[in-house]
């Protein structure tokens, strides 16, 4: 059964009513309407044409105005309003798992280069983890190794260290912080990989085999490196 929409009251036939109620009606759409959409809420023989030009020629000039758009009408901010109505929202940026130790590796043996990356994970390191990384602006580089085909060598940058509250690389939390917080696997041959958050050892050591970071990706884990703030 077809809606059939109610009787309009007895004022609907003064002229100032029938502007308020078209106002109303363009202004709770949530799509622009027809002439004949607002007729059906008027008396017959009312001159929805002459309302709208009415109620155009009311918001002219006003922060919000009554534009046609193809036979259908809606209320639009004013154009000139526009570059002051921009909301900008920070998007939360998520960390693939690759891209999060991709990141660990680089923080805690840098300046090191893709394959010493790749020999620390046991994996394969993609390009786009390193594209990610660096869209992120926490990671550089740090100039070319002076051995067989010169490779890239990587290090972090100061958003880095903005990003988890560091004063400096020194200010990374050692492996022991690490496997207190559930963010490495506690076994005891774990504690080769932060052997430079230990005492400053620069060795490379693949430890894949024996333990990995923890825990799903996702937002929460840009907190991985971040240090509690001290007393």
């Known amino acids: 059964m ?6 309009p009251p007895p004022e609907a036939t003064d002229e100032t009513f029938q502007r308020r109620l ?3 009606l363009l202004f709770a759409s949530p799509q ?5 959409d607002l007729a059906t809420r008027l008396p017959p023989g009312a001159d929805v044409g002459g309302l709208l030009t009415e109620i155009q020629a009311r918001h ?6 009554l534009v046609g758009l193809g036979g259908r009408w809606a209320f639009r901010t004013a154009p000139d309003l526009a570059p ?3 909301l900008v929202t920070p998007e939360p940026r998520r960390l693939s798992r690759a891209a999060l130790e991709t990141l660990a590796v680089i923080a805690y043996h840098q300046p090191v280069t893709r394959a010493e990356i790749e020999e620390i994970r046991g994996v394969a390191l993609s390009k786009g983890t390193l594209d990610q990384l660096l869209e992120a602006g926490w990671i550089r580089p740090r100039g070319r190794r002076q051995t067989a085909g010169r490779p890239l060598t990587w290090g ?17 939390p050692g492996v022991e912080e690490l496997k207190a917080a559930g963010l490495l696997d506690a076994r005891p041959a774990l504690a080769a990989y932060g052997a430079r958050a230990r005492d ?31 007393d």
């Open 2 to 7: 077809t809606d059939v929409p109610p009787l």
């Open 22 to 24: 078209v106002e109303a």
């Open 32 to 36: 622009p309407l027809t002439v004949a």
């Open 60 to 65: 002219a000039g006003g922060g919000v105005i």
């Open 84 to 86: 002051h109505l921009r």
């Open 156 to 172: 972090t940058t100061e958003g880095f260290l903005d990003q988890f509250g560091l004063a400096d690389l020194e200010d990374l």
């Open 200 to 230: 400053g050892d620069d060795a490379l050591e693949d430890v894949e085999d024996e333990g990995t970071l923890t825990g799903q990706p996702g937002a929460e884990q840009l907190d991985l490196l971040r240090r509690e703030p001290r």
